[in-house]
C-alpha cells in the first residue's frame, strides 16, 4: 500500500502566498513524477505543476511566474510555493504520484485533496 498525504492549504487574501507539501509513503521502489492538480467547483480537475525525476518540471499557464513546484526526493515529498495568489486559484488542490512500486509495478496515487480559498 502507498498513501498520498497533503498538507498546507488554508484560507489566505488575494496576492498573499501558501506552500504545500506532499509526502508519499508506503511501499514504493522509486517515484518517477509528482505534481499537483486542482479542481474547482463546477470545473474538472486540471493540472498546475509536475516535476519529474530528473528534475522536469510543466506548469499550467495561469500559474506561470506565481507557482513554484519542488522535490525532495529523499523524503518522497513535493512541495508547491504559491505566490501572488488570486481568487481564481481557490480550489481543492490534489496531490498525484506516478510510482514504481515495491512490487515492480508502474502505478498512480492521489492524495485526499487539501482546500485553498483565496479570498478577502
Known amino acids: 500500500q502507498v498513501q498520498v498525504v497533503e498538507s498546507g492549504g488554508g484560507l489566505v487574501q488575494p496576492g498573499g502566498s501558501l506552500r504545500l507539501s506532499c509526502v508519499a509513503s508506503?511501499?514504493?521502489?522509486?517515484?518517477?513524477?509528482m505534481g499537483w492538480y486542482r479542481q474547482a467547483p463546477g470545473n474538472q480537475r486540471e493540472l498546475v505543476a509536475a516535476r519529474g525525476s530528473g528534475g522536469s518540471t510543466i506548469y499550467a499557464e495561469s500559474v506561470k511566474g506565481r507557482f513554484t513546484i519542488s522535490r525532495d526526493n529523499a523524503k518522497n515529498t513535493v512541495y508547491l510555493q504559491m505566490n501572488s495568489l488570486k481568487p481564481e486559484d481557490t480550489a481543492v488542490y490534489y496531490c498525484h504520484t506516478n510510482l514504481l512500486d515495491s512490487d515492480y509495478r508502474v502505478r498512480d496515487y492521489w492524495g485526499q485533496g487539501t482546500q485553498v480559498t483565496v479570498s478577502s
Open positions: 508506503g511501499r514504493i521502489f522509486s517515484i518517477n513524477a
